[in-house]
């Protein structure tokens, strides 16, 4: 299957300080990708899509100004936590739709705000 | 709306035994995509399924087998014989294909097989 990867994998910040997490299509270009957050034991639930050229779409009740999302090419999408806090921990994944729809993900960033 | 129950959130199973993750789908979309997920300890998503609603063949893929009922609105897993690598959150998905279409996760079921 095609494969998306993300960087970085682990991160660890004081709170207040920002941080941006890259996704990348490394075999495939993608126009759509997708920006998820998971919390333990929790599922997956969807923060905002991001398309390559224009503005993300963000889920209701995920503030923009907070999770900045820039998808400036066909194979790379950032998301940058703004102002993080500790409540902002979270595993944080990345996903890209084929045209066929089917839908890889990364491998997931796992943010930790101190 | 679009929404995915998985009412199974976790199994104990011992290796060997044959198990079952139950998932139950709704939406008003005439065509959709139903996906099954499994996320291991590491926390990456494997892809294991794609259905599209016109198709219902059951289909068989190893010890892996997923069966497809529409009447029922549901897409249940069956894993033969399971084995401690198959250990993970399993989570059932949904994408519509009109108005909301986007990849909407059921809450998983933890599975844990025991030697």
């Given at each position: 299957g095609a494969v998306v990867s993300q960087h970085p994998s682990r991160v660890i910040c004081k709170s207040g300080t920002s941080v941006k997490i890259e996704c990348r299509s490394l075999d495939f270009q993608a126009t759509t990708m997708f920006w998820y957050r998971q919390f333990p034991k929790q599922s997956l639930m969807l923060m905002a899509t991001s398309n390559e050229g224009s503005k993300a779409t963000y889920e209701q009740g995920v503030e923009k100004d907070k999770f900045l999302i820039n998808?400036?090419?066909?194979t790379l999408s950032t998301l940058t936590v703004t102002?993080?806090?500790?409540?902002?921990?979270s595993f944080y994944i990345c996903s890209a739709r084929l045209a066929n729809n089917e839908q890889f993900f990364g491998p997931g960033t796992r943010l930790t705000v101190l | 709306a679009q929404k995915v129950t998985q009412a199974q959130t976790e199994i104990s199973v011992v290796e060997k035994e044959d198990v079952t993750l139950d998932c139950v789908y709704e939406t008003r979309d005439t065509t959709y995509y139903l996906f099954w997920y499994k996320q291991p300890p590491s926390g990456e998503l494997v892809f294991l399924i794609r259905r599209n609603s016109f198709d219902e063949q059951n289909e068989i893929s190893g010890r892996y087998s997923w069966n497809f009922q529409k009447s029922t609105s549901s897409f249940n897993f069956t894993i033969t014989a399971?084995?401690?690598?198959?250990s993970a959150v399993y989570f059932c998905a949904l994408l519509g294909?009109?108005?909301?279409n986007k990849l909407i996760f059921g809450a998983g079921t933890r599975l844990a097989v025991h030697p």
């Open positions: 998808h400036a090419s066909l102002s993080a806090h500790p409540e902002d921990s | 399971s084995q401690v690598v198959d294909t009109r108005g909301y």
